[in-house]
């Protein structure tokens, strides 16, 4: 079992940056896939982005070239660097991970474990 706690949600203006983290618990958090989802508000949750124990990782078409996963499995940290944000970014962000060393979807209904996520909000 993993426990998951994010943070480095904020503010910012449209242009800028953010980078969320992911500190999970446990020791085996190298053996699992890892993934970023967001929730607007009144919507259901969407993917973001993954990044498998492999380090292959995979990026939602909204957000290619201006958000990038990564992980520290030396430091059991998930990241989500964010650059060039919009308003349409505004959302909480959560991570999830997923009891597999390979996996590739980005459907929320498939990840084992979730964080009580971070808000971010980007204003015009």
């Known amino acids: 079992q993993v426990q998951l706690v994010e943070y480095g949600g904020g503010s910012v203006q449209a242009g800028g940056s953010l980078r969320l983290s992911c500190a999970a618990s446990g020791s085996t958090f190298s053996t699992y896939s890892m993934a970023w989802f967001r929730q607007f508000q009144g919507k259901e949750r969407e993917g973001v982005a993954l990044?498998?124990?492999?380090?292959?990782?995979r990026h939602a078409d909204s957000v290619k070239g201006r958000f990038t996963v990564s992980r520290d499995n030396a430091k059991n940290i998930l990241y989500l660097q964010m650059n060039n944000l919009k308003p349409e970014d505004t959302a909480m962000y959560y991570c999830a991970a997923k009891s597999r060393r390979w996996f590739g979807s980005l459907s929320p209904n498939e990840y084992d474990y979730w964080g009580q996520g971070t808000r971010v909000t980007v204003s015009s």
């Open positions: 990044i498998d124990s492999y380090g292959s990782t």
